[in-house]
């Protein structure tokens, strides 16, 4: 369980549980050029659903909206997005 380190006043429910990010916190993001995203797709797709990196990180800031509204998806649209993703030039 992550707590969000913001006592007040935070938007964020406390403690978050179900996906471990706060928008305080500055998390972690997959860099998106080819020589530097090296997570394979399927760690990308987990990423957009449950927002911890293959490292254990979380995301948070900008991140978390993003991963709040990618966890919604089919599995299959996130890996569709993974797929691009590692396909960008």
């Known amino acids: ?3 969000c380190p913001i006592t007040a006043p935070c938007a964020s429910p406390k403690p978050i549980a179900a996906i471990a990010i706060c928008p ?3 998390g972690a993001h997959p860099p ?3 020589d530097e995203l ?3 797709k399927d760690e ?3 990423y957009l ?10 995301a948070g800031g900008h991140m978390v909206d993003v991963i709040r509204n990618m966890a919604m ?3 299959d649209d996130r890996a569709a ?3 691009y993703l590692k396909e960008l030039p």
């Open 49 to 58: 659903n449950d927002g911890f990196t293959p490292s254990f990180d979380s």
């Open 1 to 3: 369980i992550a707590i």
């Open 73 to 75: 998806l089919q599995p």
């Open 81 to 83: 997005i993974a797929q």
């Open 24 to 26: 305080h916190m500055t």
């Open 44 to 46: 990308i797709a987990a």
């Open 32 to 34: 998106l050029t080819p």
């Open 38 to 40: 090296t997570w394979s």
